[in-house]
């Protein structure tokens, strides 16, 4: 497939990668040739040197031979007037980076009919919505839904003193009265391992599980994890997304404190919101925190528009006694490091915003849906079984399934199976596989 992308920023330079090592034919349009060229060297990308915004730069471009057009550059106005531009050309599918909340007020579908924009991102809202997913279960750091959210993959740091340490995998799975679920990855020390029976966990490993929905709270107990939704919520950074998530917070009931250095946007804070306790003070000042009880919070949402204050503030109320924190890094290159320090969640809004786009390029036939780890290496993919021919009547032991990767639950006529070596496909089997970066062609090509 021919994939145009408007903008070599973070956002662009995160779905060339992806895009390009799929063996898609990536073309990357930026004003910056320096970038362009950097991009080039490393990746298998053809760049354009010119304005999206410019009907003879997209033509040179090839749009008049590309399926999917992707803008994601740091101005609305480019993005969109590139993809009305598109509109001319026939292209199958266009994508739009927009920050204004404006384009969104109205609802997906007049923004589809009034601009012919199939998919409109907001970073700021896909944040959001990041935060209260992993919100709802303390102690995980990643979470995922798949086949209609029955199940779940969940990431936990696994400490010395957890009983699980120095166990195999298989002697596990033979310690639980039923397969309710599967490690299907680890990252230790920055590399990510697809394990197999005889691995062990090891402390300060981050592993990857998938269970069902309904048996997250048995599976928790299983290895001494003990999650609940948070009573307490300081908010560090009364911007959009700190805003959007104290709205949310609010509906469920939830205490939120949120901390706001500007006053004027603190006086809007507090006409906006209805419950919360607004905080006119810096979200470094100790002193000020300690007395609101940030020592008692649940979980810190650090969300400035400052990485140094971000990552300052979410260790200071670690330090203090705050169970979990999320941060906002606006420099991903920095999450793998993070971790380290005591921060149990970092995220990156461009990250969230390239993956939610991921998720939609790949949203189409077999492929149903798409997760990309922060901070890990690795994907999960949902892949629907369409020719049952290839699989009939063969025990999943015996299938010579792709190096790097492993079937972590099977979703068959609305009920969830945790598969073992027994288990056999079906066709409409909705399959969730975990793989390693360079796994990805061959899981393709398994599933024809």
Do not use: W
Request: aromatic share 6%.
């Amino acid at each position: 497939m021919r994939i145009m992308i408007v903008g070599a920023g973070q956002v662009g330079h995160h779905l060339c990668e992806k895009l390009s090592v799929e063996g898609q034919e990536v073309v990357l349009i930026d004003r910056d040739e320096k970038k362009l060229r950097k991009l080039e060297r490393d990746l298998n990308i053809l760049p354009v040197h010119g304005s999206a915004a410019s009907a003879r730069v997209l033509e040179e471009a090839g749009i008049r031979n590309t399926e999917l057009f992707i803008a994601v550059t740091d101005s609305d106005e480019v993005n969109l007037i590139a993809c009305i531009l598109s509109k001319q050309y026939n292209v199958a599918s266009r994508i739009a980076r927009v920050r204004n909340e404006d384009f969104y007020l109205s609802g997906e579908a007049h923004t589809e009919k009034t601009l012919g924009i199939d998919l409109l991102i907001s970073p700021d809202i896909a944040m959001a919505d990041e935060i209260m997913t992993l919100s709802q279960l303390s102690d995980a750091f990643a979470v995922a839904d798949f086949a209609e959210g029955q199940v779940e993959l969940l990431g936990y740091e696994v400490f010395k003193r957890n009983p699980m340490v120095g166990i195999t995998l298989h002697k596990m799975q033979a310690m639980q009265r039923q397969s309710n679920f599967l490690i299907v990855a680890i990252n230790r020390d920055g590399n990510t391992i697809i394990p197999r029976g005889d691995d062990k966990i090891e402390p300060g490993d981050r592993i990857y599980l998938v269970a069902r929905k309904k048996d997250i709270a048995e599976v928790e107990s299983h290895f001494h994890f003990t999650s609940k939704a948070p009573k307490k919520v300081f908010i560090i950074g009364g911007g959009t997304i700190g805003y959007m998530v104290a709205k949310r917070m609010e509906k469920q009931k939830i205490s939120v404190s949120l901390v706001e250095e500007d006053p004027k946007r603190c006086e809007f804070l507090t006409g906006q919101l209805e419950h919360s306790v607004v905080l006119n003070c810096d979200g470094l000042e100790a002193h000020d925190l300690l007395e609101e009880g940030i020592d008692q919070a649940d979980l810190v949402i650090s969300v400035t528009e400052s990485d140094t204050t971000n990552i300052l503030s979410s260790l200071l109320s670690k330090h203090h006694g705050a169970r979990k924190c999320i941060t906002k890094i606006n420099r991903p290159d920095f999450i793998p490091l993070l971790g380290k320090l005591g921060i149990d969640v970092a995220l990156s809004p461009r990250l969230v915003a390239a993956n939610m786009i991921l998720r939609f390029v790949r949203g189409g036939g077999k492929i149903v849906s798409v997760a990309t780890l922060l901070g890990s290496d690795a994907e999960v993919m949902e892949i629907q079984v369409s020719d049952s021919a290839k699989f009939q009547d063969i025990p999943l032991k015996s299938l010579k399934f792709p190096r790097n990767a492993v079937l972590g639950a099977i979703s068959r006529k609305g009920k969830v199976i945790i598969p073992s070596g027994e288990t056999k496909l079906k066709e409409g089997d909705n399959l969730v596989v975990f793989f390693a970066k360079d796994a990805i062609s061959s899981v393709e090509a398994f599933f024809g």
